[in-house]
């Protein structure tokens, strides 16, 4: 015999679906705190990956652009009122930060110092007894770099790039540039006419700004 509604057989046949449905909805709220645990698992192993791999890739960067001499960088940058991280940034560029360093045209040390400059800026320093191997000093080296630097900075009205592009290929070149109008408009520079020159330029401009990033309590004044 079918039970009628609100008979205790009716009431027995509900009590079994409700455990059923209270049961399942325990599996599936298990099911989410499982499914929660795994993602928050999973996130800090991102996490973690991502802080390893930007340090990784840091340390890989300092190796690039080593830092030697900081205080010395400082002191000298301070003195002649430049940019630390400019004159890191020309030393990377210029002889990788290696003292001893010799190119074929002549120049010497970390700033790639030519002697007959060199001659000039003891003069100007007022170093006496002025000689080739002095370009081999690392503090003598950056004090006569950055003094030429400033020099140059100050040559043109504090533009970077002309500065740059007199250290490595000379004022008189650049006042060559400067008078052609193919290359110069309202005495700004358009265009570099040699290639590693324009290269070198671009170059300690990017390295400039990688030392700010990798060296900026070094190197802060």
């Known amino acids: 015999m079918t039970a009628a509604p609100g008979t205790a057989a009716g009431k027995k046949t509900r ?4 455990r059923k449905n209270t049961a399942g909805k325990k599996r599936k709220q298990r099911e989410r705190v499982r499914a929660l645990r795994i993602a928050a698992v999973a996130l800090s192993l ?7 791999l930007y340090f990784v890739n840091r340390r890989m960067e300092k190796r690039t ?11 000298e940058s301070a003195a002649f009122g430049l940019d630390p991280y400019l004159v890191a940034a020309v030393i990377h560029c210029e002889s ?7 190119s074929p045209k002549g120049a010497c040390g970390l700033m790639q110092i030519m ?4 001659a000039w800026i003891a003069e100007k320093l007022s170093v006496p007894s002025f000689t080739e191997e002095m370009l081999y000093e690392p ?3 950056i004090r006569f770099g950055c003094w030429y ?13 002309l500065a740059l592009a007199a250290y490595n290929a000379g004022p008189g070149n650049v006042k060559k540039w400067m008078e052609d109008p193919a290359y110069s408009e309202a005495g700004h520079l358009k265009v570099i006419p040699f290639a590693e020159t324009e290269k070198y330029v671009k ?3 990017a390295a400039c700004g990688k030392y700010r990033e990798l060296y900026e309590k070094e190197l802060a004044q």
């Open 15 to 18: 009590g079994k679906g409700g």
């Open 46 to 52: 991102v996490v973690l990956l991502s802080a390893l």
């Open 65 to 75: 652009y080593r830092l030697a001499y900081a205080e010395t960088i400082r002191q």
């Open 96 to 102: 990788s930060g290696l003292a001893d360093a010799h």
């Open 115 to 118: 002697p007959a400059t060199g």
């Open 139 to 141: 503090e003598q080296n």
């Open 149 to 161: 630097l400033s020099y140059l900075m100050q040559k043109y009205n504090g533009e970077t790039d």
């Open 203 to 205: 170059r300690v401009n």
